[in-house]
Nanobody, 124 residues
Framework: QVQLVEFGGGLVQAGGSLRLSCAAS????????LGWFRQAPGKEREFVAA????????YYADSVKGRFTISRDNARNTLYLQMNNLKPEDTAVYYC?????????????????WGQGTQVTVSS
């Protein structure tokens, strides 16, 4: 089992930047994929970005491509999401997740460990 804790959420104006971090503990390993998802009020949880086990491959939702960057530091057991040029529609609770059965995934149902979430609010 992997325990995940997110840090770095907050309130930012449109056009601003935030960097989310996610610290992993427990069954820490570099052999599985990690990802970020988000859920806005009244909406379903949606995929944001994912990175493969080594960090060599990244995947993004079309809505964040070119603005967000996902990365991982396996030596520090930490996942990151750099968010630039934020928009009000990026407002959501952001969750990091681990898919311990896969080297990478963009599907929420393949993720078996989730953090508690961190709120990101973008004002217009």
């Amino acid at each position: 089992q992997v325990q995940l804790v997110e840090f770095g959420g907050g309130l930012v104006q449109a056009g601003g930047s935030l960097r989310l971090s996610c610290a992993a503990s427990g069954r820490t390993s570099s052999s599985y994929g990690l990802g970020w998802f988000r859920q806005a009020p009244g909406k379903e949880r949606e995929f944001v970005a994912a990175v493969n086990w080594s960090g060599s491959r990244t995947y993004y939702a079309d809505s964040v491509k070119g603005r967000f960057t996902i990365s991982r530091d396996n030596a520090r057991n930490t996942l990151y999401l750099q968010m630039n040029n934020l928009k009000p529609e990026d407002t959501a609770v952001y969750y990091c997740a681990a898919c311990t059965g896969y080297s990478s995934s963009t599907y929420a149902h393949q993720y078996d460990s989730w953090g508690q979430g961190t709120q990101v609010t973008v004002s217009s």
